[in-house]
Nanobody
Framework: QVQLVESGGGSVQAGGSLRLSCAAS?????MGWFRQAPGKEREGVAA????????DYADSVKGRFSISRDNANYRVYLQMNSLRADDTAIYYC??????????????????WGQGTQVTVSS
């Protein structure tokens, strides 16, 4: 089992920035950030693999969001810049024991945090 705890969510005006953090109870090969807005399905935002640190991003956040990880401290971060109103959602951290290319598919992840709310006002 891997416990995940997100932090860093909040309310911000459009164009602003937030940094989300996820603390894991132990190492996981693959980590990702997902989000779910009211009435919408959960979608992958960013993912990072452990080996070479390769990353993948949803098209909607490319150039604005950046994922990084601190393997020594079992943490993963999501830097969110140029936030827009449609970024408003609950953001979840996820972990998978499987190595390989980073994936934005929710079904590839076994463990999930409780989520943190991000609200962007226009």
């Amino acid at each position: 089992q891997v416990q995940l705890v997100e932090s860093g969510g909040g309310s911000v005006q459009a164009g602003g920035s937030l940094r989300l953090s996820c603390a894991a109870s132990r190492y996981s090969a693959s980590m990702g950030w997902f989000r779910q807005a009211p009435g919408k399905e959960r979608e992958g935002v960013a993912a990072i693999s452990a080996g070479d640190g390769s990353t993948d991003y949803a098209d909607s956040v490319k150039g604005r969001f950046s994922i990084s990880r601190d393997n020594a401290n079992y943490r993963v971060y999501l830097q969110m810049n140029s936030l827009r109103a449609d970024d408003t959602a609950i953001y979840y951290c996820a972990a998978s024991p499987f190595s390989g290319a980073p994936s934005l598919a929710p079904w590839r992840y076994n463990y999930w945090g409780q989520g943190t709310q991000v609200t962007v006002s226009s």
